[in-house]
């Protein structure tokens, strides 16, 4: 063989390689289109594809799938991340952008458009490492909050986001600024305790979409990013949304603590709604803590 030869000339880059796509029809961004053209080009690599369908139960991993693609949002990701987990897969993972609010594909570049995406998954790029976040029973992979967009997220209308996405977000605000409830929580973090009315912990870099309060956050990185406010009235969520909006930093608000860490405990009077990654996942009191084994993304 002469030198610089390939050992197998003319073999396709995923021949032999088994992916499952995992997609919710539900969602509000979902395309049936899209998705054929996610198999056709993961096919034309020389791959088989398993489409799996995610709903209300629990997604089933095939065996014998060595990679998992997951069309979908932040939610959906959360969900096959807590399936991986739960069964022990050691397996590379990916995620096509193709939901309500795309936060880590945003953070990991990844194109919309489906054969680039999938040269990319098949190039010499190294898989880069993930940390999820347990929380409760299950984990998260971007980002979580309890304050008054968290109430808010819990009274999202499954059926409204389904038909206008990220604007149910817009209008589940509204009633929370009506009445806008103020509760106090406490938090123990590496043995100091805080008190404030509305927290916010970053694992990715985005939050909401293209903002960040926490600009030094990463997914690939072993730290949680917090940001508590003492207060959290109308006017210091307004302050909070001005900062995001213009990319200024929200340490320098009033009444702001601000700190990495590993892992936290939360507690309130009342058992407030936990929002991570977008939906619901538990309700205070609750235990937060960096996860130790890092997942594959390519």
């Given at each position: 063989?002469?030198?610089?030869?390939?050992?197998?000339?003319?073999?396709?880059?995923?021949?032999?390689?088994?992916?499952?796509?995992?997609?919710?029809?539900?969602?509000?961004?979902?395309?049936?289109?899209?998705?054929?053209?996610?198999?056709?080009?993961?096919?034309?690599?020389?791959?088989?594809?398993?489409e799996?369908?995610?709903?209300?139960?629990?997604?089933?991993?095939?065996?014998?799938?060595?990679?998992?693609?997951?069309?979908?949002?932040?939610?959906?990701?959360?969900?096959?991340?807590n399936?991986?987990?739960?069964?022990?897969?050691?397996?590379?993972?990916s995620?096509?952008?193709?939901?309500?609010?795309?936060l880590?594909?945003?953070?990991?570049?990844?194109?919309?458009?489906?054969?680039t995406?999938?040269?990319?998954?098949?190039?010499?790029?190294?898989?880069?490492?993930?940390?999820?976040?347990?929380?409760?029973?299950?984990?998260?992979?971007?980002?979580?909050?309890?304050?008054?967009?968290?109430?808010?997220?819990?009274?999202?209308?499954?059926?409204?986001?389904?038909?206008?996405?990220?604007?149910?977000?817009?209008?589940?605000?509204?009633?929370?600024?009506?009445?806008?409830?103020?509760?106090?929580?406490?938090?123990?973090?590496d043995?100091?305790?805080?008190?404030?009315?509305?927290?916010?912990?970053?694992?990715?870099?985005?939050?909401?979409?293209?903002?960040?309060?926490?600009?030094?956050?990463?997914?690939?990185?072993?730290?949680?990013?917090?940001?508590?406010?003492?207060?959290?009235?109308?006017?210091?969520?307004?302050?909070?949304?001005?900062?995001?909006?213009?990319?200024?930093?929200?340490?320098?608000?009033?009444?702001?603590?601000?700190?990495?860490?590993?892992?936290?405990?939360?507690?309130?009077?009342?058992?407030?709604?936990?929002?991570?990654?977008?939906?619901?996942?538990?309700?205070?009191?609750?235990?937060?803590?960096?996860?130790?084994?890092?997942?594959?993304?390519?």
């Open positions: 063989m002469a030198q610089g030869d390939s050992p197998n000339p003319g073999r396709s880059p995923g021949q032999g390689r088994t992916v499952q796509i995992f997609f919710n029809p539900a969602s509000g961004s979902y395309s049936a289109r899209r998705i054929r053209a996610l198999s056709k080009a993961f096919e034309a690599q020389g791959a088989t594809v398993i799996t369908i995610c709903n209300a139960d629990a997604p089933a991993i095939a065996e014998h799938a060595d990679h998992l693609c997951i069309a979908g949002g932040d939610g959906t990701v959360r969900d096959i991340v399936a991986v987990a739960r069964n022990g897969y050691s397996t590379d993972l995620n096509y952008p193709m939901g309500t609010i795309n880590l594909a945003r953070e990991a570049r990844y194109p919309a458009d489906p054969t995406f999938v040269q990319r998954l098949f190039s010499d790029e190294p898989a880069r490492s993930h940390f999820p976040v347990s929380i409760g029973e299950g984990l998260f992979v971007v980002c979580a909050s309890v304050g008054p967009d968290s109430i808010a997220v819990a009274g999202i209308s499954p059926r409204l986001k389904r038909l206008i996405g990220r604007g149910a977000y817009v209008a589940a605000i509204i009633p929370v600024l009506l009445r806008w409830p103020r509760r106090r929580i406490r938090l123990e973090v043995g100091r305790a805080i008190d404030c009315e509305a927290f916010y912990l970053a694992k990715g870099r985005y939050f909401a979409g293209p903002w960040s309060f926490a600009p030094q956050a990463g997914v690939d990185r072993p730290t949680l990013h917090l940001v508590a406010f003492e207060r959290m009235r109308r006017s210091d969520f307004a302050a909070f949304a001005w900062a995001l909006f213009w990319r200024r930093p929200v340490e320098r608000l009033n009444g702001v603590t601000c700190l990495s860490c590993t892992d936290l405990s939360a507690d309130s009077e009342t058992p407030l709604p936990v929002q991570a990654d977008g939906d619901i996942v538990a309700a205070l009191p609750v235990t937060i803590k960096l996860g130790e084994t890092a997942l594959r993304f390519r």
